[in-house]
């Protein structure tokens, strides 16, 4: 019994030892803890204070919201007034919030009526006019075939006061068109003239022309005009643009403005962009339509002058008997290319025509 007693007492001493060490222990690693801690906290720790900042979080990835000018914290209708009134077509990027605040439809529209009646103003009171916001209307993003489309239906009758200009006056639509019509000829966004050439693309240039909003095609070179009206520039090569994109609906609505480059168009679509038949054949036929016309012209003007003179004669712009295009020609009817054989009998049968109006002439006179 006795035995047994002290066999008890001496496990209540170990285990009772054991408990101390494991609180010795414990004691320790939350000393060594609170050191490490201090290590990266500072003496404020020393004194109980918390660390301001969390250690736990790395600052770098801290993102901090971006101060608003007092431009973006006007009213969201004050800013689309001074939008629409200033017709500055970049204020809608002057951040996210004024991009959101900026973007609608029915912004789009009354932005497009102001700078339009602007235009009109200034035709109307014939004062200079660079025509750029009416460019850079035309190149907006959001100016889409369907969004002048329906621009167009809602203000399309000629009765409908559009808008009252600056100078008093209220604006129709027919007399808004004039003014867009007279600033055009300054430039024309290169997004309607190059490729790819989309049906949307095509669809808004031929509501321009339909509206004669295109440049009046020059009927002779002058250097001087040329020069003064980039937009004669930009159509002249986007309809080189189109021959080498062979956009047959692109090159149908450009055509006019072969002008005075008629033979080297003619050329470079046969030789260096694949001879499409669509594409040779409006080069070619609108410019055999327009020396019958000016040869029209010409036999009613002989009359009217006397001594001798007489208007300079005119020629057709395209020579059908090249040899350069013939022999291209040639070459692919030998090689079995069926458009060396089409092109053949195409351009002699437009020879032929040319020969016949010019033996009208010599006949007439």
């Not at 009646?117 to 004062?127: F, G, H, P, T």
């Not at 002779?220 to 609906?249: F, H, K, R």
């Not at 004669?313 to 060396?340: H, M, Q, V």
Request: aromatic share 10%; hydrophobic share 40%; proline share 5%.
């Amino acid at each position: 019994m006795a035995g047994k007693v002290t066999s008890n007492v001496q496990a209540g001493r170990i285990t009772a030892a054991a408990s101390s060490d494991g609180a010795g222990s414990k004691r320790k690693n939350r000393s060594a803890s609170a050191s490490r801690s201090s290590k990266y906290s500072g003496s404020a720790n020393s004194v109980g204070i918390e660390p301001i900042i969390n250690v736990d979080v790395p600052t770098k990835h801290a993102k901090k919201r971006p101060a608003q000018s007092q431009f973006e914290l006007l009213p969201t209708e004050l800013l689309q007034d001074i939008f629409v009134h200033s017709g500055n077509l970049d204020l809608p990027f002057a951040s996210k919030r004024t991009l959101v605040q900026l973007s609608s439809r029915l912004l789009y529209g009354r932005i497009t009526t102001m700078i339009l009646v602007n235009e009109a103003v200034a035709n109307r009171s014939s004062s200079p006019y660079c025509g750029t916001a009416v460019t850079r209307l035309l190149g907006a993003r959001f100016f889409t075939f369907d969004f002048f489309e329906t621009w167009v239906m809602e203000y399309r009758a000629d009765h409908v006061v559009l808008a009252r200009g600056a100078d008093g006056f209220d604006y129709s639509f027919g007399e808004v068109i004039s003014g867009m019509r007279a600033g055009f000829v300054y430039g024309i966004p290169q997004k309607l003239l190059r490729s790819p050439w989309t049906d949307s693309q095509i669809a808004l240039l031929a509501k321009l022309g339909h509206y004669d909003l295109l440049p009046e095609p020059l009927s002779e070179y002058d250097p001087e005009w040329y020069a003064e009206m980039p937009a004669y520039t930009t159509v002249n090569e986007g309809l080189e643009s189109a021959i080498a994109g062979q956009c047959v609906s692109a090159v149908k609505i450009l055509v006019p403005y072969i002008n005075w480059r008629a033979m080297e168009f003619f050329q470079i679509a046969i030789i260096d962009h694949g001879c499409v038949e669509d594409i040779v054949q409006t080069l070619a036929n609108y410019v055999l339509d327009h020396f019958e016309m000016t040869m029209d012209s010409f036999m009613e003007e002989w009359p009217d002058y006397g001594d001798g003179k007489a208007p300079e004669r005119p020629y057709c712009e395209i020579n059908f008997r090249n040899k350069k295009l013939l022999s291209w020609a040639e070459a692919a009817k030998t090689s079995g290319d069926p458009k060396g054989a089409w092109l053949l009998d195409f351009m002699a049968r437009s020879d032929r025509k040319v020969v016949e109006l010019e033996a009208q002439l010599e006949l007439r006179y």
